[in-house]
Nanobody, 114 residues
Framework: QVQLVESGGGSVQPGGSLRLSCVASESFQSAYALSWFRRIPGKQRELVAVASGTTVNYGESVKGRFTMSTSDAKDALYLQMNDLKPEDTADYIC?????????WGRGIRVTVSS
């Protein structure tokens, strides 16, 4: 089963940038979907970005500011986050949809505050 580990989180001021990484224990070349979610305390988990095939869709609240990409070897996901806002504060979780079982990271905290 694929295992995922996120890194790159931390604290940043509003307007700043962070790049999250999600490294997989093996290639996810055969994945049917790649995603980033976020979990804000007291709220439901929110889809940030999802890629299926060559199409990437973003949540309305991050569109134009966040960009998801993958490594050429298809063993890592990235989330470039620009123009961060306080409402982006959350635990960010990567997901790989793959057989026989989907893989989820444990999450990494991003805090946007002045």
């Amino acid at each position: 089963q694929v295992q995922l580990v996120e890194s790159g989180g931390g604290s940043v001021q509003p307007g700043g940038s962070l790049r999250l990484s999600c490294v997989a224990s093996e290639s996810f070349q055969s994945a049917y979907a790649l995603s980033w979610f976020r979990r804000i305390p007291g709220k439901q988990r929110e889809l940030v970005a999802v890629a299926s095939g060559t199409t990437v869709n973003y949540g309305e609240s991050v569109k134009g500011r966040f960009t998801m990409s993958t490594s050429d070897a298809k063993d890592a996901l990235y989330l470039q986050m620009n123009d961060l806002k306080p409402e982006d504060t959350a635990d960010y979780i990567c997901h790989v949809g793959i057989s026989p079982a989907d893989a989820w990271g444990r999450g990494i905290r991003v805090t946007v505050s002045s």
